[in-house]
């Protein structure tokens, strides 16, 4: 079954709200990888965290790498309609990559 | 440059029927996947193709096969298909295993 833990699993945010999605493990992750799935269309790669307590930013969106390598987040900063889909996290474990269950956002304009 | 692409976009089948979806990505890249998508399950692992003439099931293999033609090109069969089958499927690659995966457009399969 999943080992990858993503929470929530689903949110509704006016746009201009924050969002945030989070992704546990219960196992140390060699590294850990975002997608984002748009409505009808197919996971897209966004970022790769590898060292523990990383931080990236790409524009209005933050990704963190928990200290301990078991737990990560996405943050959005003032959500666009654009922002709209789900996304996952994927972390390596065991030389395999696990994917997450996802959180699908959904803005209202 | 396609990336990877996948064949074909929808399909109808009844209880029983065969089918095979074909996935060539042409990044030369060594490692590639099978998924399923079903709603509130995210993606699960069917099989994968780590490097050319190897091939390895995932988590849930059941009910399908997968050939790993040469280095572009990975098919997975449905032998007798069930309405169970019915979801979205993925094809991905990497340059190797794990790395970060090139997701084809998908897949859609209903089993009546």
């Known amino acids: 079954g999943q080992q990858v833990m993503q929470i929530p699993q689903y949110q509704h945010v006016q746009e201009g709200e924050d969002f945030t999605t989070y992704c546990n493990s219960s196992?140390?992750?060699?590294?850990i990888q975002w997608y984002k799935q748009r409505p009808g269309g197919h996971p897209v790669f966004l970022i790769q965290l590898v060292k523990s307590g990383e931080v990236k930013k790409q524009k209005r969106l933050t990704f963190q790498f928990g200290e301990a390598k078991k737990n990560s987040s996405l943050h959005i900063t003032a959500t666009q309609t654009t922002d709209v889909g789900t996304y996952f996290c994927?972390?390596?474990?065991?030389?395999?990559?696990?994917f997450g269950t996802g959180t699908r956002l959904l803005v209202s304009p | 440059n396609a990336g990877v692409t996948q064949t074909p976009k929808f399909q109808v089948l009844k209880t029983g029927q065969s089918m095979t979806l074909q996935c060539a990505q042409d990044?030369?890249?060594?490692?590639m996947y099978w998924y399923r998508q079903d709603p509130g399950m995210g993606l699960r692992l069917i099989y994968y193709s780590a490097s050319e003439g190897t091939t390895d099931k995932g988590e849930v293999p059941n009910g399908y096969n997968v050939s790993r033609l040469n280095k572009r090109e990975f098919s997975l069969r449905l032998e007798s298909a069930a309405p169970s089958q019915t979801s979205v499927y993925f094809c991905?690659?990497?340059?190797?295993?794990?790395?970060?995966?090139?997701f084809g457009a998908g897949t859609r399969l209903s089993v009546l």
């Open positions: 991905a690659s990497s340059d190797w295993d794990p790395d970060i995966q090139y």
């Open positions: 994927a972390g390596t474990r065991f030389q395999k990559l696990v």
């Open positions: 990044m030369n890249h060594n490692s």
């Open positions: 196992t140390t992750l060699s590294n």
